[in-house]
């Protein structure tokens, strides 16, 4: 457990912010402001200063509902860069530019953190359709295709935790909202490398997600693209579904990963 440091003048405010975030990233999930200071021995109002300003730069993300706290998207990014000894993010962005620049493809990068799927990058198409959402922002796992992909990369039992065992929303009318049908699937996105929806989270929207892998085959991330169904005729799960395949490949080779 992180324990406050004697800092060196004028750097305490530095050493408190990184405690806070070290007791955020160590709870897993949602922490509130009093658990926080309790296990820093710090006064609330320091610690509420301190997520404040980390929250207001993306470090951690505040539960509008519970006022607690998580680690955010910055961090995770900030993460998986670390771990994984290269620009891992900036790889991930320049496939991303590139699939939205050339294939006019709305594109993501999404991880699980804590039970939930949140969005690291996007990187939006300039086109007369935009599918836009916030880099720290959650996705559903069951109507998604980087939902899908997360997980497959977990074992069933693992999966249908995450899930639960109630119906689950249906986001559309093509929304699978059975769990055991959405864990049944899974099995043929292991087997093929991919994740394929159709119209399950947006109407009229179309998306394909593929696996980022390290070194030992882990999977990382998702890398996924969505676009919109009636637009452009050459556009389809079949034809799109190589060129994230193939950008999710690159980005797993450049972290030392496998291809599939």
């Given amino acids: ?35 926080i200071a309790r296990r820093l021995e710090l006064s609330p109002t320091i610690v509420q200063r301190m997520v404040t300003s980390l929250a207001r730069r993306g470090y951690v993300d505040r539960n509008a509902e519970t006022a607690r706290y998580r680690l955010g998207y910055r961090a995770l990014a900030l993460g998986a860069n670390s771990e994984h000894g290269s620009d891992y993010i900036g790889n991930a962005r320049r496939e991303l530019e590139l699939l939205a620049r050339g294939q ?23 086109g007369p359709v935009a599918i836009k959402v916030a880099p720290g922002s959650e996705m559903p796992l069951h109507s998604t295709a980087a939902g899908k992909v997360l997980l497959a990369s977990q074992t069933d039992a693992e999966a249908r935790k995450l899930l639960g065992h109630g119906k689950l929303p249906a986001i559309t009318a093509h929304t699978i909202t059975d769990p055991a049908a959405v864990i049944a699937s899974l099995a043929r996105v292991r087997k093929q490398g991919y994740a394929t929806v159709a119209e399950e989270n947006i109407r009229g929207v179309l998306s394909i997600g593929a696996p980022i892998r390290d070194r030992t085959g882990k999977v990382l991330a998702a890398l996924s693209v969505a676009f919109p169904k009636y637009l452009d005729a050459s556009q389809t799960l079949q034809s799109v579904t190589p060129l994230v395949v193939e950008a999710a490949h690159r980005i797993s080779r450049a972290v030392g990963g496998a291809a599939s």
Avoid: C, T, W
């Fill in 1 to 35: 457990m992180p324990r406050p440091l004697k800092a060196a003048p004028g750097s305490q405010s530095l050493e408190r912010g990184l405690d806070v975030l070290e007791v955020v990233e160590a709870e897993g999930g949602d922490i509130g402001v009093r658990e």
């Fill in 104 to 126: 006019s493809l709305n594109g993501f990068i999404s991880v699980l953190h804590g039970g939930r799927a949140v969005y690291l990058l996007a990187v939006q198409a300039e």
